[in-house]
C-alpha cells in the first residue's frame, strides 16, 4: 500500500510559478510510475503529466507541454511538477497518482492509476 502526500500548492498570480512536491511512503517508489492530474469542481478528473520509474521517460497534456515540468527523487521517494507561466486555467486541485504497471498506453486515464494522494489546491489569479 503506497501512501502519497502532496504540497506545495498555494495562490500565485498569472505568469507566476509554483512548484508541487509528492511524498510518497508505504512502497518501494522507483517501481510505480508517477503521474499528475488535476481537477475543478464539476469537471472531470484531467491527465497533466506522467513519468515512468527511471524518470527518463515523460509524458505531458498539450496544454502544459511547454509550460510544466515532471520530475523524481527516487533516492527521496519524491515526485515533483514545476509549473511555469501559470495561466487562470490552471486553477485546480491537484493529485498525484502511482501506477504499479510497467507500461501502459492508456497513461492519461484515473482509472490507470492504483493509488491517489490528497490533492493541494492552486488557484490562479488573473
Known amino acids: 500500500q503506497v501512501q502519497l502526500v502532496e504540497s506545495g500548492g498555494g495562490l500565485v498570480q498569472a505568469g507566476g510559478s509554483l512548484r508541487l512536491s509528492c511524498a510518497a511512503s508505504?512502497?518501494?517508489?522507483?517501481?510505480?510510475?508517477m503521474a499528475w492530474f488535476r481537477q475543478v469542481p464539476g469537471k472531470e478528473r484531467e491527465f497533466v503529466a506522467r513519468?515512468?520509474?527511471?524518470?527518463?521517460?515523460?509524458r505531458y497534456a498539450d496544454s502544459v507541454r511547454v509550460r510544466f515540468t515532471i520530475s523524481r527523487d527516487n533516492a527521496k521517494n519524491t515526485v515533483y511538477l514545476q509549473m511555469s507561466s501559470l495561466e487562470p486555467e490552471d486553477t485546480a486541485v491537484y493529485y498525484c497518482?502511482?501506477?504499479?504497471?510497467?507500461?501502459?498506453?492508456?497513461?492519461?486515464?484515473?482509472?490507470?492509476?492504483?493509488?491517489w494522494g490528497q490533492g493541494t489546491q492552486v488557484t490562479v489569479s488573473s
Open positions: 497518482a502511482a501506477d504499479a504497471a510497467y507500461y501502459t498506453s492508456t497513461y492519461y486515464l484515473e482509472g490507470t492509476y492504483h493509488y
Open positions: 508505504g512502497g518501494t517508489f522507483s517501481s510505480y510510475a
Open positions: 513519468i515512468s520509474r527511471s524518470g527518463s521517460g515523460t
